[in-house]
C-alpha cells in the first residue's frame, strides 16, 4: 500500500472548516483513500473514502486532485465532538487484507 | 452502520496471568477480523490477522505464542494474552471484516478497545 504522509497536528475554531491534508505521491491506480478518525481512548470509526471523484456523506466531503497525489479531509463545520487523531490511508479496496494505519493528524478543535 | 463489540474494555491483572479479550460482529458476519495495540500517543500498531477456522496471520515481531488468537465463528474472535507482564499494558483494538454479500466489504468497523493494565 502507498505510503501517506499529513501533519502531525492542526487546530480550529469550532464552527470553521476543518481541512485535514494528506500525500500520498505513489499511490496507484486501483489504491482508493480512507480516512478514519480516532477520538481518545476509542476504536478507529470510519468517515469516508474514494478513488477519483471527490466524495461527500454526511460526516465530511473528501477532494482528490486530479493526479490523485493528494486529498483532503474536509469537516465543514467543526463541533468540539470532532476533536480527534484523523488518519488517512491507501489501500486496494477489495484485495487487501489489512489497514495499517500511519501516525495520523492530531486535530484539535477550540471553542 | 454494523457494530463490533469488544469486552472487555477495561482490565487490571497481576504479571503472569492470562487475559482474554473477546470482539463480536453484532449485525454481521466477519470473515477477517483483525487485532491492533497501540501505546500512549502512538499509531496503531497491527498484530494479526485472522480468518474464521483457519489459524491467525501473525506480523512481524508479534509473538504468537504469547498472543493467542481464536476466531472459532463468523462472529467471534478472542485474544488471549498469555502469562501476562507490565511491558504488554496498552490498548488493544479489534475490527471486523465483513462478507462481500453483505456489502460490508469495502469498510473495517472497530471495536471499542481493551485497555489492559499488568501491575
Known amino acids: 500500500d502507498a505510503k501517506t504522509t499529513q501533519p502531525p497536528s492542526m487546530d480550529c475554531a469550532e464552527g470553521r472548516a476543518a481541512n485535514l491534508p494528506c500525500n500520498h505521491s505513489t499511490i496507484s491506480g486501483n489504491e482508493y483513500v480512507y480516512w478514519y478518525r480516532q477520538i481518545h481512548s476509542q476504536g478507529p470509526q470510519y468517515i469516508i473514502h474514494g478513488l477519483k471523484n471527490n466524495e461527500t456523506n454526511e460526516m465530511a466531503s473528501l477532494i482528490i486532485t486530479e493526479d490523485r497525489k493528494s486529498s483532503t479531509l474536509i469537516l465543514p463545520h467543526a463541533t468540539l465532538r470532532d476533536t480527534a487523531v484523523y488518519y488517512c490511508i491507501v489501500r486496494v479496496e477489495l484485495r487487501a487484507q489489512k489497514l495499517v494505519f500511519g501516525q495520523g493528524t492530531r486535530l484539535t478543535i477550540n471553542p | 452502520g454494523a457494530v463490533v463489540s469488544q469486552h472487555p474494555s477495561w482490565v487490571i491483572c497481576k504479571s503472569g496471568t492470562s487475559v482474554k479479550i473477546e470482539c463480536r460482529s453484532l449485525?454481521?458476519?466477519?470473515?477477517?477480523m483483525f487485532w491492533y495495540r497501540q501505546f500512549p500517543k502512538q499509531s496503531l500498531m497491527l498484530m494479526a490477522t485472522?480468518?474464521?477456522?483457519?489459524?491467525?496471520?501473525?506480523e512481524q515481531g508479534v509473538e504468537k505464542d504469547k498472543f493467542l488468537i481464536n476466531h472459532a465463528s463468523l462472529t467471534l474472535s478472542t485474544l488471549t494474552v498469555t502469562s501476562a507482564h507490565p511491558e504488554d499494558s496498552s490498548f488493544y483494538i479489534c475490527?471486523?471484516?465483513?462478507?462481500?454479500?453483505?456489502?460490508?466489504?469495502?469498510?473495517?468497523?472497530f471495536g471499542s478497545g481493551t485497555q489492559l493494565s499488568v501491575l
Open positions: 475490527s471486523a471484516r465483513g462478507a462481500p454479500a453483505e456489502g460490508y466489504n469495502e469498510k473495517l468497523f
Open positions: 485472522s480468518n474464521e477456522g483457519s489459524k491467525a496471520t501473525y
Open positions: 449485525d454481521f458476519q466477519a470473515t477477517t
